[in-house]
């Protein structure tokens, strides 16, 4: 964690910047291994200090030894000035992209006690810690590993299982059961299984609905392990492929592996998305794949870097970031295929070893 803190300090004294008050819950995890539901990090040159109240004081002293604890009793005018003691003058950045309107104007009240000299000036600034956390560190990397390896046994487990007469949500909820029961602290989002024409969407929601024999059925998850997520989408069949399904996966598995192959440091998210883009645009099916081809994932399932359309987002080695070309046709279903890959000497690792459907000819 000191080598976390070290790298926001440099980041902020190359932005002129005399502080940093971290708001976001997977930030501040990052930066001080605390996990609690409520806190804040005031982080400058001289000090690392974390804000929190009664339920959590144990709790951060035991998972935050490096930072100086201050107890937030009452409201905002209460801890607030003595919290920013010293610091009159300076620029603090606070989190724009995670404070609210309403808490950042309790700030400004609660420091309006103070004498105009006495006062932080408090400065928008986005993406400060984000900009660290964009870059794995070697022991990221096993934990991310350790989510996809659960979540590829579980989609594993079940797939092998499920058969016509499941519904979506019966699919859903064993996968859930087998993350729960082998280690896995939570879903790294809620399961998408959309069985038949539902699959035609791409973010659908798991219904009562019973799984039919001949239709696809797209199963999009992932989970939770000691804060790290995994992200895995595969598309199945019940009973033997049509020739229309056929094609449909071939297409998109195609743009898959070849975005896998192409993709190397250098390129920016838009480049990487158009290779799949083109393979799918080239076999008539262009208008429906309309969503990015992947995002980063640490800490948060979705986080920088972005990989799709307008992305100036430059890739480069130790980024961790999804691979998941789809098509959508509606009335008929959609296939998604999606893996988890680290750049890593210039090329990428594919991270996700879950099985994909293969057909000869």
């Known amino acids: ?40 990090l005031l982080i400058t040159p001289e000090d690392a200090v974390i804000a929190t109240d009664f339920r959590y004081y144990e709790q951060s002293e035991q998972q935050a030894p490096d930072f100086r604890l201050h107890k937030t009793v009452g409201g905002f005018d209460s801890w607030v000035p003595p919290l920013f003691g010293g610091l ?13 309107v309403a808490t950042h104007q309790a700030f400004k009240k609660a420091l309006s006690s103070l004498q105009e000299n006495e006062r932080p000036q ?41 058969e016509p007469g499941w519904t979506e949500k019966q699919v859903a909820w064993e996968i859930e059961k087998y993350i729960r029961e082998h280690g896995g602290d939570a879903l790294s989002f809620d399961t998408i299984v959309a069985g038949g024409p539902w699959g035609a969407m791409p973010h659908a929601y798991p219904r009562d609905r019973k799984l039919e024999a001949g ?8 989970c939770d392990v000691d804060g790290y997520m995994s992200d895995l989408t595969r598309t199945i069949f019940l009973g033997e492929p049509d020739g229309q399904f056929k094609k449909i996966y071939d297409i998109v598995l195609t743009a898959q592996l070849t975005a896998e ?59 961790v970031f999804t ?35 293969q057909f000869a000819g």
């Open 1 to 40: 964690m000191n080598k976390r803190v070290e790298r926001l300090r440099g980041t902020l004294a190359k932005h002129e910047l005399d502080g940093a008050l971290i708001s976001n819950a997977q930030n501040r995890r990052y930066l001080s291994g605390f996990t609690g539901s409520a806190g804040y």
């Open 88 to 100: 009159g003058g300076k620029k603090i950045a606070f989190e724009a992209g995670d404070m609210t």
């Open 122 to 162: 408090l400065v928008p600034t986005p993406n400060l810690v984000e900009s660290l956390r964009i870059f794995k560190e070697p022991e990221e990397i096993v934990a991310l590993q350790r989510a996809v390896d659960l979540g590829d046994a579980a989609f594993t487990d079940v797939a092998q299982r499920v």
């Open 215 to 222: 239709e696809g059925v797209v199963i999009d998850m992932g």
């Open 261 to 319: 192959e192409m993709v190397k440091p250098g390129m920016t998210g838009e480049e990487c998305h158009m290779i799949a883009h083109n393979v799918i645009e080239a076999a008539g099916y262009g208008d429906t794949f309309g969503h990015g081809l992947g995002h980063g994932i640490g800490l948060q399932v979705h986080e920088a870097p972005r990989v799709a359309k307008t992305s100036n987002d430059e890739l480069k080695d130790n980024m």
């Open 323 to 357: 691979i998941e070309p789809g098509i959508y046709v509606t009335g008929w279903g959609g296939v998604r295929i999606e893996d988890m890959v680290v750049l890593e000497n210039g090329k990428a690792r594919v991270m996700s070893r879950a099985p994909k459907l």
